[in-house]
């Protein structure tokens, strides 16, 4: 097999692990949220547990994320035009926004907790 295609089927199984990283966390998310739910508890507990819930969530997303940008990097290696790297550079600033933003909300919910 050639190395380039090694690289493109890398690229698939890391989008697809990213994939099941973040649908993993949402699914581990409704579970706790749907206990949290059925068996009821004092305000300050379900408010708690919802900012436990929240920041489980937010860490898997973040994950989710870095595996995406790192099969975004491996793509634009393979593929260097103009193009791919402006969008490249678009998705990473994007996502790393995106994955600033998480991190402060998980720090003050933690801080709050």
Known sequence: M???ALLEMLILVLNTLSILVIVWGVLL???DFTKTII???SRNDTVYRNNVIKNQLGSYILFGLEILIAADIIESILNPTLDDMIMLASIVVIRTVISYFLTKE???NEKNA
Do not use: L
Request: no cysteine.
């Open 2 to 4: 050639e190395f380039k």
């Open 29 to 31: 998310a409704m579970i």
């Open 39 to 41: 068996f009821p508890y």
């Open 106 to 108: 998980i720090e003050s």
